[in-house]
């Protein structure tokens, strides 16, 4: 046997979860060997220049904003337009999809054949029920021919994450910076009280009490841990994994977080600090986040956990500042395992995946669209904007400058408009941090700090997973059922009455293994020896 944290590569790729999985998978399909079709010749009037203009389409994260820009027309659409669409003879229309629901509304738009051409989601799941289905498009001849630029941007690795069975079939951005969620404490509280940074989850706990009791911010329904329902930004960072025991590598990839030695006691831990009002009251109910938002933002949290960069997003920060100028959040590290680790889970290269549906006639021209995307100049403005305008530039890294109206980004680092990318890309890890820190502090120091201490902080003792580099048939057929009974696990032993927690763990678990679980584990577990077998 070995402790959790040995046997794992840190920056191994990664598919620890069984309900991600099929992020680095898609099924089939063609691009001049689609069952005999050929690819559609949509495109052909931008290689003439000839004819009315092609409409190329494109999904687009609506995120609810406040002020944000129309999405389709904003000084990036017109970039866009005017860079590509013009020598191209094509407009570009972004077609928004909320945020929230996207999974959803890319199941209704597939379903009536009305995607967009180049169509995206972070669910790797759902791009494979796509793919098996025969609703997508392969891509290797199209990157082959108007791609070059886009496949050497990308590389092998991050591009292996979009194949199925040898075929292309969706194009992963590059993840950038790999840190996944983080922890964040009032430090200003923890001054008022004499109290220090919390290292571990007793000195959390007693911080988190002494938020209750004593409310050092003076504020009016004092919540000492924030967050939301299951499945949204807000996260319980890396408590579980600090509850993990010892298991050997093979138990420690296959098998499924409910099984894992530490996490019955991890739950257990939660539910009653929630029994002790230390957490949300009503968090199970806030599926939009909205509220835990506006506890943060009103300044009444002391501490959460979210995506690492969550604090500086716009609607987090300037609300802050604005409710509570005094409020000081930094970084923290409190969930140590007995080993004396802090273990995270950390992304893989690869970050979305966009497609192209085989309802489009426009494939062609969606490649060309991507691999324009790859050059660094094209890159670089649809990231940063202009300087003097959208940033300015302090020792080479350009900074921030907030924004209103057109020029508004709705997204870190305009991540919805640059579907190959995720993060800032300056070529150099140390860079892109501290550019992708100041790009989201808009030129505030304390908020760049607190971004590069928190990508240290989550990036230490960090774990990737295991890639098997085939599907699990199992996930697909039951990823959906299966995610949405992680969040619905989640959120009932949180809140249960603590005399019914064991047995309520039972029952849900046992419930989740019969739907699928046990059937997704066993297979992980055959991938897994058979890797391990060809490795040998």
Known sequence: MVKVYKGIKKKAAILISTMLLAVGVAGCGGAGN????????????????SGSPVTLTVEVFDRGIQGQPDLNNNAWTKYVNEKFGKPNNAIVKFVPVPRSQEVDKL???MAA???????????????????????????DELLEKHGQQLKSYLG?????????EGKQISIPGKRTLIAWNGMFIRKDWLDKLGMPVPTNRDELYNTLVAFRDKNPGNVDGVIPWATAASGMNYTFGNLIPSFW??????????????????????????NKLYNEKLISPDFALDKTTKQADADVTNGKVGFYAANWDYPLSQK???PLKQNA?????VAVDTFKNDEGKYLKEMYNENGIFSFIPKSSKNAELAIKYLNWMADPEVMFFLQFGEEGVNHKLVNGIPQGIAQTGENMQTSNLNMDYTLIVNGAELGDTEKNVRTYAAALAAGDQNYEKLAVDSYKINTTDGYTGFYYGVSNEASIKYGKTLGDMNKQMSDRLVVAKPAEFDALYDKLVKEYMDA???AVQDENIKNYRDVKAQSK
Do not use: C, H
């Open 516 to 518: 699928g679980g046990q």
């Open 325 to 329: 100028p005094d409020a000081n959040y």
């Open 113 to 139: 054949n009305e995607a967009p051409d180049i169509s995206f989601t972070y669910d790797g799941n759902t791009v494979t029920r796509f793919a098996k289905s025969g609703g997508l498009y392969t891509l």
């Open 156 to 164: 092998e690795k991050v591009l292996s994450y979009g194949k199925y």
């Open 316 to 318: 987090i920060r300037e």
């Open 245 to 270: 025991g010892p298991m050997s590598e093979e138990e420690f990839v296959t098998t499924t977080n409910w099984l894992k030695p530490g996490t019955k006691d991890a739950y257990k831990w939660l």
């Open 34 to 49: 689609n069952n005999g079709e050929t690819v559609s010749k949509g495109s052909n009037a931008s290689e003439t220049g």
């Open 107 to 109: 199941n209704v738009l």
